[in-house]
């Protein structure tokens, strides 16, 4: 059982950042979620477990910073240049055997920490 704990998050005017933080129980491929009110959860970003590749969605592409400190085993999200649209709740999710965009490819979610950009 892989145990996921965000932290970050927060409320921020449009144009400014926030970095969001998981921690995980051990070294795993892991990505960024989302989730709007009335909205299907949607890939963000990953990162592989080496942290040697990332991909990131065409909305958040030269905003969002994906790393990781793996002697810390723990997954950073940079988010700068926030927009109103990226109010939502953040989840960080691991996924053991395969990562991807997929929802379904992450065995493991944390908790959601809120992300609230005002305009």
């Known amino acids: 059982q892989v145990q996921l704990v965000e932290s970050g998050g927060g409320l921020v005017q449009a144009g400014g950042s926030l970095r969001l933080s998981c921690a995980a129980s051990?070294?795993?491929?892991m990505g960024w979620f989302r989730q709007a009110p009335g909205n299907e959860r949607e890939f963000v970003v990953y990162i592989t477990r080496s942290g040697g590749s990332t991909n990131y969605a065409d909305s958040v592409k030269g905003r969002f910073t994906i790393s990781r400190d793996n002697a810390k085993n723990t997954v950073y999200l940079q988010m700068n240049s926030l927009k109103p649209e990226d109010t939502a709740v953040y989840y960080c999710?691991?996924?053991?055997?395969?990562?991807?965009?997929?929802?379904?490819?992450?065995?493991?979610w944390g908790q959601g920490t809120q992300v609230t950009v005002s305009s």
């Open positions: 051990e070294r795993i491929g």
């Open positions: 999710a691991a996924a053991l055997r395969r990562i991807s965009t997929m929802r379904a490819d992450y065995e493991y």
